[in-house]
């Protein structure tokens, strides 16, 4: 493969990356609103669904991530505060836990996390062309 190709290649599966992160992320966070906006008889089986299309999207960022070789710690930034607040989000969920308060710091640091991870891989884009 020449250079050309490499490049393009890094392109795409960086682009394909970022779109995969944005729906584990978007997800993520809406099953985290679900909490807020329904009742209580649906309220867990709403974030349920949207945790697990979440899930399914991570793992697919797993996949390109290790096959794709993209080991940079801003990435794993951003896979460590996911895994984190997904543990806790489960925990809110398994308990029917009704005070979320204490969950808000964990998805505030991956609003974060992904904010900052999205950028660098924007501008790893941008440096690549």
Not at 25 to 50: F, P, R
Not at 82 to 98: A, G
Not at 111 to 122: M, P, R, Y
Request: overall charge negative.
């Amino acid at each position: 493969m020449n250079p050309n190709q490499e490049k393009d290649q890094l392109i795409n599966t960086l682009y394909h990356f970022k779109r995969i992160m944005h729906f584990s992320y978007s997800d993520a966070c809406e099953a985290y609103n679900t909490l807020e906006k329904h009742d209580e008889t649906t309220i867990y089986i709403v974030a349920q669904g949207y945790l697990s299309m979440s899930q399914q999207c991570h793992i697919e960022l797993l996949r390109i991530y290790r096959e794709k070789e993209l080991d940079r710690g801003e990435i794993e930034s951003y896979i460590k505060a996911y895994e984190s607040y997904i543990f806790e989000l489960k925990q809110v969920i398994t308990d029917k836990d009704t005070n979320t308060s204490w969950l808000s710091s964990t998805h505030d640091s991956l609003i974060e996390a992904w904010k900052s991870t999205d950028a660098f891989i924007q501008q790893w884009i941008n440096n690549t062309i």
